[in-house]
């Protein structure tokens, strides 16, 4: 037999980005908690909203089944001498509750095993509900108090519902006895629901006015919002954030839509964006679907319907429009004098104690990007003049204000002073990439300011000895690893990442700039490569960690040379030679270790069998052959020629003849042999 199952712990209004968290904590909790007990359950439904967290779970169980307590004992030959049994025999008898000739006998150990009847699940959902509520409590630092009691949750708790079926079960938690009672809306339902069994609670707080399913809110907001836009022909800039923390804001959601002043327009869109998405949680209306060009109109989601819908409309256009003016008032003061003339005011903003100013970084910025600009044939007037001006908006009223706007004003700034357009993009372009899945900057001078200011973190803080912990990165050194390689390798940059380093390590003013320092740095950096590349799906399969490693170990420190190498390894892995070239790569490697030094001269008028000649031949050909090609795929495919005479070579020839020349012959064949395969790659590394 078995019933549905519903858990509601009704709160006062819960932080919205806990809303979701908890929520799945609950729904997994309970569920984890019915299943480790070994109750079968079916479906299993979240519901979320500020005022209550609950899941419903179809199908549960009445009872437990029968249940197994087993016991492993002493050792036989410890509990029995002379066929009776010692004292540690009869203690572990007694203590199992039974005589000794009951306890069987499993492994060389005395055994005993006991069955009985499963609890039913109405006694086991106070264990459950504890377990579960321990978890939800991990999510919170910081819990609340109330009323006279002790315990704690992230808001008080007003009420708590459990229906095991049509039965309550009188759960006792929060100073509270769990009942069939819920409620509705605080405003459109205040009063008491009383639910007559678990299939009718989503019916039923919809009725008061509670759309309790999280993620179908979400859908019904997003449609309200996109149904308020089309009608002003519009088109509303909804964010996944934005949309789930509204969603974990109301309970019954009604959209509108409200107005700011049109010469507040005059302000960059990503201002108006910053200021009424996140301070106000409202939605922004653009007039095309490429988001270009921004209206006056926003939408917001009310959490309740009012009679008189224009006093909501007013209230939130009032809130809206100081934040508007203050930022309107940021603009036009910044706009006084040119960006370069905020660059004085960088001397005073410390970067790091050890490592100066941010006027002082902002030195180091331009000569790393002249240098990578050099050696890209780039435009070095215009990525240095760039870099001079990276960080001059971080001094600005409105980056103040809105410290995530940095760059993105610098760009307006810089393009409001007269400065090309190539430098003003740059500036806009520097942070990223700023996360994972965001792109790289766009313009070839955005991306050498982008490296080089990463570049100059990453060397300034390894070189004072705050490099990454396992589980503290202050400066987001991982992610600027991460954005080094992935401009190298998306923007196709022939940059060697060691000569980089060494550069940036050199114009650091404080700290260890030596080659321990810059050995370390290139190691981080290859870490934070393999985390990108080993994994990734090419061709359907996967790239492996042994691919990674045959070409890491022919120490290839240019990114971009490192990740053509690896996919063409990746792709020669599924070629029939593969394993057999690979395998007799190991047995060479093993060969020429333990014959130590060996030369390189080939005496072709030392060898005894034709498999000498033939693989001297087929290795030389595939040499010329690979010397003409800059394919790494092909060059390996080239390489595939070598297996049979290879083969042919250990079958026909004994490498450790009596003759010393003569073996020094074949170990000098051996090692070019050993050459040529590791000219993409060690071969070796790979399985074989």
Not at 92 to 100: R, Y
Not at 628 to 639: C, K, P, W
Request: aromatic share 6%; glycine share 6%.
């Amino acid at each position: 037999m078995s019933r549905a199952l519903l858990l509601e712990i009704g709160t006062e209004d819960l932080p919205a980005r806990y809303v979701a968290p908890l929520s799945a904590a609950l729904t997994r909790g309970i569920g984890d908690g019915l299943t480790k007990r070994g109750l079968g359950h079916g479906a299993v439904e979240s519901f979320a909203t500020p005022r209550r967290l609950a899941v419903l779970i179809a199908d549960v169980d009445e009872q437990q089944p029968m249940q197994t307590q087993e016991r492993l004992g002493p050792a036989l030959k410890a509990a029995i001498k002379d066929g009776q049994p010692t004292p540690a025999g009869l203690g572990f008898a007694k203590s199992c509750g039974v005589e000794f000739s009951d306890l069987g006998e499993k492994d060389g150990k005395l055994y005993f095993a006991r069955q009985s009847p499963g609890k039913a699940t109405a006694e086991l959902l106070a264990d459950i509900f504890e377990d579960t509520l321990k978890q939800m409590d991990e999510l919170v630092p910081k819990r609340m108090r109330w009323g006279n009691g002790d315990e704690t949750f992230v808001r008080p708790v007003q009420w708590l519902c459990c229906l095991f079926g049509t039965d309550v079960v009188p759960l006792q938690r929060f100073g509270l006895s769990a009942g069939r009672l819920s409620y509705g809306h605080r405003f459109h339902a205040p009063a008491a629901i009383e639910l007559t069994e678990p299939a009718a609670y989503a019916d039923a707080l919809r009725a008061a006015h509670v759309w309790a399913d999280l993620a179908s809110r979400k859908a019904e907001i997003r449609h309200q919002i996109e149904k308020q836009a089309a009608a002003m022909h519009g088109h509303a800039r909804i964010t996944d954030d934005l949309l789930e923390e509204v969603a974990a804001l109301v309970e019954w959601p009604v959209a509108i839509t409200g107005h700011f002043e049109e010469h507040f327009l005059e302000l960059p869109p990503e201002v108006i964006v910053a200021t009424v998405e996140t301070n106000q949680r409202y939605f922004t209306v653009f007039s095309d679907v490429a988001q270009t060009q921004l209206t006056h109109a926003f939408i917001t989601v009310a959490n309740i319907e009012s009679r008189d819908v224009t006093q909501v409309i007013t209230g939130n256009e009032r809130v809206v429009r100081p934040r508007l003016a203050d930022a309107l008032f940021f603009w036009q003061q910044d706009l006084k004098q040119p960006l370069a003339a905020y660059g004085e005011t960088l001397e005073t903003v410390t970067f790091q104690k050890e490592l100066g100013t941010t006027a002082a970084k902002v030195g180091r910025i331009v000569a790393l990007a002249g240098r990578i600009a050099e050696t890209l044939g780039a435009d070095v007037t215009a990525a240095r003049r760039a870099a001079s001006l990276c960080k001059n908006d971080l001094v600005t009223k409105m980056v103040f204000e809105f410290p995530e706007l940095q760059g993105l004003m610098g760009g307006y700034y810089a393009s409001k002073a007269g400065e090309p357009a190539a430098v003003a993009t740059a500036i806009r372009e520097h942070y990223l990439p700023t996360q994972q899945g965001t792109p790289i900057p766009a313009t070839r001078e955005g991306q050498i300011v982008a490296l080089a200011d990463k570049l100059d973190t990453l060397a300034g803080i390894f070189a004072i000895g705050q490099k990454p912990t396992a589980s503290k990165d202050p400066f987001a050194l991982r992610r600027a690893a991460l954005g080094v390689l992935r401009i190298c390798l998306e923007a196709e940059l022939p940059l060697d990442l060691v000569e980089m380093l060494r550069y940036a390590l050199e114009q650091q003013p404080a700290g260890k700039r030596d080659a321990a320092t810059l050995s370390e740095l290139v190691d981080f950096v290859q870490e934070r490569l393999r985390a990108y590349l080993v994994g990734q799906e090419i061709d359907a399969r996967t790239i492996a960690s042994e691919t990674f490693e045959a070409v890491r170990a022919l120490g290839i420190t240019q990114p971009l040379d490192f990740r053509r190498r690896l996919l063409a390894v990746h792709s020669f892995a599924t070629h029939a030679a593969a394993p057999n070239l690979a395998a007799a790569n190991k047995r060479v490697r093993n060969i020429l270790k333990q014959a130590g030094d060996v030369g390189d001269a080939i005496d072709a008028t030392r060898f005894e069998h034709d498999a000498e000649k033939t693989l001297q031949a087929q290795i030389d050909a595939v040499t010329a052959q690979n010397a003409q090609s800059t394919d790494y795929a092909q060059q390996l495919v080239n390489l595939a020629a070598l297996r049979e005479p290879i083969d042919a070579f250990f079958d026909g020839v004994m490498v450790n003849a009596e003759d010393a020349v003569v073996r020094a012959n074949r170990l000098a064949l051996l090692a070019r042999f050993d050459a040529a395969c590791r000219a993409v790659a060690d071969l070796s590394q790979l399985p074989g």
